[in-house]
């Protein structure tokens, strides 16, 4: 793009009216709409312990927002708005930058060379003030008392920057997939050859990949995994009754229940009761993609918090085992709680760390190793920005590297322990060719006695879910 003005002089009398639509700005699904609001101190206040806590470790914005204090003053619905308001501002806080310093410019920047020198420590210096004032105008303010408050917190030519924010906010819808467009929703212009990269692999069109990029921009539901025979139904009118706002959903043919908003549902009686569990739509089906039957022995071999491992013992009838490992003890122990609730008792686990071959029990090694191995590697998680906003910007060539290296560690470690006949299920949250097809092919290539059944994409664009692969290969 050329060199222009995108947008009137500072001395323009009206600003340009803004649009409020599906490809401008952002709204957070989830709770209902309200009219409650926070004020300008809070969010600055929040903001700023933020910043700080990440100047050295960047950590996940979740957990950290679960653990800070917070003024016990406030309502849970002010703390709910809080907690939006970071979350949803984590998604835009480049573009927020770009508007900030594209108001200090005369001419359109080139945003392709600006991304290549932006790092998220430049955020640092920018006021709360503006900060929050792009985050209001491009997700629709709703945190905010007024705006007023804004301005009376020495924001200056607030009508300017709507002008400015109208014009490229044109600018960017008219082109789609420029790097205008791709900062407007969320994504950084010097990930677009991965993107490409993904959408070639997946057959996807200029729409199909722009529907990708924007769903990255709203909260799947939480899905909930239930036993066969539930009437699902019942439970969705229970759930609602709850005050949940429960749907059933039909998924390639399978029934499903996944929650949008409402009451937590951890709160409710059949949660509570150990009646169901929740587990990403994608996440249930690479679980399902390891057919145990009754009586087979399956490793999970980063089994984490357990999820997956309880929805595999779960079409076991009680029958056969199931091994879970993982790195971290404190993982496991959560795994024993659920499956505890779940009243789940051929699980057994103990921490493997991927360095070296597993020791195979001896009812294993009978059998000359497992029927299912599942691999859910350790990655990117970039198949998760949906539910975690912040992560993208933890995403970089470095940190894809190392876990490329740490995935063909696994797998050259964990395939040894699939029977002949057996079969290896490796996993990802990630959609990046590197960690998931190219792996693969790379496996394949070093490991003959194995073959490839199935590769498979699984949740967004096409359901609205995390962003998983799974690759299911048999051991001659």
């Given at each position: 793009m050329s060199a222009r003005k995108p947008y009137r002089s500072r001395s323009s009398s009206k600003p340009a009216g803004r649009k409020n639509n599906s490809q401008g700005g952002y709204q957070r699904r989830g709770k209902p709409a309200t009219n409650n609001t926070i004020n300008f101190e809070a969010l600055a206040d929040l903001r700023q312990r933020w910043l700080t806590a990440n100047?050295?470790?960047?950590?996940?914005l979740d957990r950290w927002l679960k653990h800070v204090h917070q003024d016990k003053t406030q309502t849970q619905q002010q703390r709910w708005?809080?907690?939006?308001?970071?979350?949803?501002?984590?998604?835009?806080?480049?573009?927020?930058?770009?508007?900030?310093?594209?108001?200090?410019?005369?001419?359109?920047?080139?945003?392709?060379?600006?991304?290549e020198q932006w790092s998220p420590k430049k955020l640092n210096a920018m006021s709360d003030e503006s900060f929050w004032y792009w985050i209001g105008l491009h997700c629709g303010g709703q945190w905010l008392k007024s705006r007023n408050e804004l301005i009376q917190n020495n924001l200056r030519d607030t009508s300017y920057r709507e002008r400015l924010y109208a014009a490229l906010r044109e600018a960017a819808l008219e082109q789609p997939l420029s790097p205008l467009w791709l900062l407007w929703h969320g994504i950084r212009p010097q990930w677009m050859p991965l993107l490409k990269q993904r959408a070639q692999q997946s057959g996807w069109d200029?729409?199909?990949?722009?529907?990708?990029?924007?769903?990255?921009?709203?909260?799947?539901?939480?899905?909930?995994r239930t036993p066969a025979d539930t009437d699902l139904p019942a439970l969705e009118q229970s759930l609602q009754q709850q005050g949940i706002d429960a749907q059933l959903k039909h998924i390639n043919g399978d029934t499903m229940l996944?929650?949008?908003?409402?009451?937590?549902?951890?709160?409710?009686?059949?949660?509570?009761?150990?009646?169901?569990?929740?587990?990403?739509?994608?996440?249930?089906?690479?679980?399902?993609?390891?057919?145990?039957?009754?009586?087979?022995?399956?490793?999970?071999?980063?089994?984490?918090?357990?999820?997956?491992?309880?929805?595999?013992a779960a079409t076991m009838a009680g029958k056969g085992s199931v091994t879970a490992t993982d790195l971290h003890a404190f993982k496991l122990d959560e795994l024993k709680r659920r499956a505890k609730r779940a009243q789940i008792q051929n699980i057994r686990s103990f921490t493997w760390d991927g360095s070296d071959a597993l020791r195979l029990p001896a009812e294993i090694k009978k059998q000359q190793g497992f029927d299912?191995?599942?691999?859910?590697?350790?990655?990117?998680?970039?198949?998760?920005?949906?539910?975690?906003?912040?992560?993208?910007?933890?995403?970089?060539?470095?940190?894809?590297?190392?876990?490329?290296?740490?995935?063909?560690?696994?797998?050259?470690?964990?395939?040894?322990?699939?029977?002949?006949?057996?079969?290896?299920?490796?996993?990802?949250?990630?959609?990046?060719?590197?960690?998931?097809?190219?792996?693969?092919?790379?496996?394949?290539?070093?490991?003959?006695?194995?073959?490839?059944?199935?590769?498979?994409?699984?949740?967004?664009?096409?359901?609205?879910?995390?962003?998983?692969?799974?690759?299911?290969?048999?051991?001659?």
């Open positions: 100047e050295d470790t960047p950590q996940p708005l809080l907690n939006s308001a970071m979350i949803q501002a984590s998604r835009f806080q480049q573009l927020a930058q770009a508007l900030e310093d594209q108001f200090f410019q005369d001419e359109m920047i080139d945003w392709q060379q600006w991304d200029d729409k199909q990949l722009q529907r990708f990029i924007r769903k990255q921009n709203d909260f799947p539901p939480l899905w909930l996944a929650a949008y908003g409402g009451k937590a549902v951890q709160t409710s009686e059949e949660y509570q009761q150990g009646l169901f569990e929740i587990q990403d739509l994608a996440s249930q089906q690479i679980a399902a993609a390891v057919a145990a039957k009754p009586g087979d022995k399956v490793w999970d071999a980063c089994a984490g918090a357990g999820g997956k491992s309880l929805a595999i299912w191995v599942l691999i859910d590697a350790p990655c990117t998680s970039a198949g998760t920005w949906r539910r975690n906003p912040d992560a993208r910007w933890r995403f970089n060539n470095q940190d894809t590297q190392r876990q490329i290296g740490l995935q063909q560690q696994i797998l050259q470690h964990a395939s040894q322990a699939v029977r002949p006949g057996g079969y290896l299920v490796y996993a990802t949250c990630s959609w990046q060719l590197a960690e998931n097809e190219q792996q693969v092919e790379q496996f394949l290539q070093q490991q003959p006695e194995f073959s490839l059944v199935e590769q498979c994409l699984l949740g967004a664009p096409d359901e609205d879910a995390d962003c998983m692969f799974y690759a299911k290969l048999q051991r001659r």
